[in-house]
């Protein structure tokens, strides 16, 4: 018989919306109550592509960068990959975001960018085979957290009762 499968749940937003901390928060309270949860990273910036982006990110090399492509294009590289059972959207003001602590220091950390990013995650958002919930990330991180938290432990029941599937697919 097969086991129970777990779930995966992704914390998305612009940066500094909270994301690290609340998923930090999010896996020692899932693990303390029992789970097996963990953390991942994309990109996971300890590999050696995940090195190549960070020193760019962190504008210590240049390498050339294209921006222009389509956000279909820009999706083709993770058609099929497992499909998350919950996508958190951490929704923050960006002049709150860029009044939060470290905004500025990587190569994209600017107003004007991470507007068209905000664009393109409402453009994604759009798409009803995902399961998309907004968070308001300018709450306390208490708040946030708890927000978070019980939403995904209800994901993770649902989760174990139903077949992974494929994203974009
Ligand atoms: P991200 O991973 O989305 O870029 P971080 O988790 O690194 O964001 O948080 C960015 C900064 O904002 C950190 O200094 C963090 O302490 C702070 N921060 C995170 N959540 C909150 C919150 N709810 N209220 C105030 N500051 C926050
Ligand atoms: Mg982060």
Redesign the pocket.
């Given at each position: 018989m097969a086991g129970r499968r777990g779930a995966l749940i992704v914390l998305e937003?612009v940066?500094?919306?909270?994301?690290?901390?609340?998923c930090c928060k999010l896996v020692e309270a899932l693990c303390d109550a029992g789970q097996r949860a963990q953390m991942l990273r994309f990109p996971e910036r300890s590999t050696e592509i995940g090195k190549l982006l960070s020193s760019y990110l962190e504008k210590k090399s240049e390498i050339e960068a294209h921006a222009n492509f389509s956000l279909d294009w820009c999706k083709q590289p993770d058609v099929g990959l497992p499909k998350p059972d919950l996508v958190l959207f951490?929704q923050l003001q960006l002049a709150d975001a860029a009044k939060?602590?470290?905004f500025g220091c990587e190569l994209y950390e600017n107003q004007a960018f991470q507007k068209q990013v905000l664009q393109r995650f409402y453009q994604l958002m759009e798409d009803p085979t995902l399961n998309w919930k907004i968070v308001d990330?300018s709450?306390?991180?208490e708040e946030?957290h708890e927000e978070i938290r019980t939403v995904s432990e209800a994901t993770i029941c649902t989760a174990a009762q139903r077949p992974l599937e494929e994203l974009w697919k």
């Open positions: 937003g940066d500094r919306a909270g994301k690290t901390t609340q951490l939060r602590e470290g990330a709450k306390s991180f946030v």
